[in-house]
């Protein structure tokens, strides 16, 4: 926030730097749209191909399940995810993350990278 302070605009986290939005709120549509790249960048850093049919919203039960598994109470994530009951996340969002997966091995991979710059 520090960095950006003047350019910005107002106190949305995500803002434009390009001409002619710049200083303003980025929309949802571009955010998403920078996650399903970034998750696709991922992939493809470590030779594989992005699954099919991905979407910034398939981030939403793979966090929230990972909380879950870390030790987050359901409270919390359900607090957090603004999920009136856990019956929510039980039914729509939560992922078994405790088997290997294509997934985990991309990000477990680039987490280590970053913890050892």
Known sequence: ???????????????????????????????????????????????????????????RGLATSWALFKGVSIQDICAAASWSSPLTFVRFYRLDVSAPSVARAVLGTLLSRDSTC
């Open 1 to 59: 926030m520090d960095r950006s302070k003047e350019l910005r605009l107002n106190d949305q986290l995500f803002v434009s730097w390009a001409k002619p939005h710049k200083g303003k709120p980025v929309t949802k549509q571009r955010l998403s749209h920078w996650i399903v790249e970034a998750i696709a960048l991922a992939y493809t850093s470590q030779n594989l191909q992005a699954p099919l049919g991905l979407r910034a919203h398939s981030t």
